[in-house]
């Protein structure tokens, strides 16, 4: 990834980024092929393998270690001078062989980094005649992961296409279950989203799962293949599924629900449920697909979200608010701001994904002032120096910015490297929304308690 500090200089100890279209300076997205691997992990019985340097597996495996706090293993083809010049097959055969053996798994998916699509390694064929050679195939999943092309968030559901391409086969029977597809969410908000489901006396889907992988209990024994994510079986059969939820709002093609959609699956697409209107969406959709009526408890949970909103709203009313990371956060966090009373005065995506600037074309004209994709950190605080936000919401890469200007910031989203519990953030449902709710409240009224000079206690 370029990282070219050539666009900022030190005035007072604070940093004024300066534009400069040459370079991106500070990214706001991460690499393709971490997308790949983080999607794997909720796949039961799988390994990632990167086919490439070992490099960018290592990197990898450090941010998804350090945001889940869990271990992850990444495998790497390992190209050296002679592969970038002669081709890895060799290496990609003797991973696979290694990976076999120590792992065990029940699949194994590929997925490439910037030096092997540099070179042009026609990785399917490669992968074709490995399983020629052996009496029995290893099965495997393969997804295009060109970091130069994409970032994290085109690696993940590139991936989950891949395995929804070459697993969910199934023709059988019709099953009373419902499929989701989300976004890059926490291992938290997969739990929750699984809870809603089932609370409709259906079995639920989710590709990928890693609610457990990522989030597990304390072992006596490390684990290789951390238990959880989704049965093999399970995604074999999501044809047959009532319906398929895709949580991507802001996705590009080609969808894995496209996919089930070709082999006879119905498809709703929806946005992250955050906040009433959003989950209210959600949960019909439920009741219409399973004909089954809304608990109770979800019935309960809502009208808390609601008072709530009763007890807050004069302290959000108004209030400006950043917005920066994957795009299905933005534009789901945007609508909820505006739900809440407050203005998504800046909203920005690392992604090259004009589908932001479509998603939050519904909010009503005037509602965001400066929409920015494909950006990076400097473009970002630049903007948020002119439009002059009270709150960032964001991973921790944005934390120098809500430094530099002085106001809080809400940690969501992916990476967060310098807090704990970043699994078990739980921003869905009428559940998660009222946590998210109280934390602006609260982030907003301790600002405002800090600059006081009376020092209120009763605000
Ligand atoms: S895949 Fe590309 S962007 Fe990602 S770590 Fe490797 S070289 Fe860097």
């Known amino acids: 990834m370029t990282t070219v500090n050539t666009a900022a200089v030190q005035e007072d100890s604070v940093v004024r980024p300066i534009h400069n279209p040459q370079a991106t300076v500070n990214p706001c997205t991460l690499c393709a092929p971490l997308g790949a691997a983080l999607a794997t992990t909720g796949i039961q019985g799988a390994i990632s393998l990167l086919h490439g340097a070992q490099g960018c597996a290592t990197y990898i495996r450090r941010y998804l270690i350090s945001h889940f706090r869990e271990p992850v293993d990444v495998a790497s083809s390992s190209f050296g001078e002679s592969q970038t010049v002669f081709g890895g097959e060799d290496n990609l055969s003797r991973a696979l062989d290694n990976i076999e053996q120590q792992y065990h798994p029940d699949i194994v998916t590929v997925a490439t980094t910037c030096v092997a699509e540099t070179v042009g390694e026609d990785v399917p064929m490669l992968l074709k005649r490995y399983n020629s050679r052996r009496n029995k195939a290893l099965p495997v999943v393969y997804a295009a992961t060109p970091s130069y092309k994409d970032g994290h968030v085109e690696g993940f559901h590139s991936m989950v296409h891949g395995i929804v391409q070459s697993l969910a086969t199934n023709t059988g029977a019709p099953r009373r279950a419902v499929n989701v597809l989300p976004p890059l969410i926490s291992p938290a908000d997969l739990r929750h989203l699984r809870e809603i489901v089932q609370g409709f006396g259906v079995k639920a889907t989710l590709v990928p799962d890693y609610s457990d992988t990522l989030d597990g209990v304390i072992l006596d024994e490390y684990r290789a293949m951390p238990e959880g994510g989704t049965p093999l079986d399970d995604i074999s059969s999501m044809p047959q599924s009532?319906?398929?939820?895709?949580?991507?709002?802001?996705?590009?093609?080609?969808?894995?629900?496209?996919?089930?959609?070709?082999?006879?699956?119905?498809?709703?697409?929806?946005?992250?449920?955050?906040?009433?209107?959003?989950?209210?969406?959600?949960?019909?959709?439920?009741?219409?697909?399973?004909?089954?009526?809304?608990?109770?408890?979800?019935?309960?949970?809502?009208?808390?979200?609601?008072?709530?909103?009763a007890d807050g709203h004069k302290y959000v009313f108004g209030k400006r608010v950043g917005l920066y990371g994957d795009p299905e956060w933005v534009a789901s966090l945007a609508t909820f701001l505006f739900e809440i009373g407050a203005r998504p005065v800046v909203c920005a995506t690392g992604a090259r994904n004009r589908a932001l600037t479509k998603a939050?074309?519904?909010?009503?004209?005037?509602?965001?002032?400066?929409?920015?994709?494909?950006?990076?950190?400097?473009?970002?605080?630049?903007?948020c120096r002119r439009t002059n936000p009270e709150l960032l919401i964001g991973n921790s890469k944005g934390y120098g910015i809500a430094r530099n200007l002085g106001i809080p910031l809400l940690r969501l989203g992916f990476p967060i490297h310098d807090r704990i519990g970043a699994g078990r953030i739980q921003v869905l449902g009428y559940r998660g929304s009222t946590w998210l709710f109280d934390s602006i409240v609260n982030l907003l009224l301790e600002r405002k308690q800090n600059a006081s000079d009376v020092g209120y206690s009763y605000l």
């Open 242 to 309: 009532l319906t398929t939820i895709d949580l991507t709002m802001t996705g590009k093609a080609p969808r894995a629900s496209d996919v089930l959609a070709r082999r006879g699956a119905q498809i709703h697409l929806l946005g992250l449920p955050v906040g009433i209107r959003a989950t209210d969406a959600f949960v019909e959709h439920l009741t219409q697909m399973t004909g089954v009526a809304r608990p109770q408890w979800l019935a309960q949970e809502r009208g808390r979200l609601l008072d709530g909103y």
């Open 360 to 383: 939050l074309e519904q909010l009503p004209p005037g509602s965001v002032d400066e929409v920015l994709d494909d950006t990076d950190f400097v473009r970002f605080e630049v903007a």
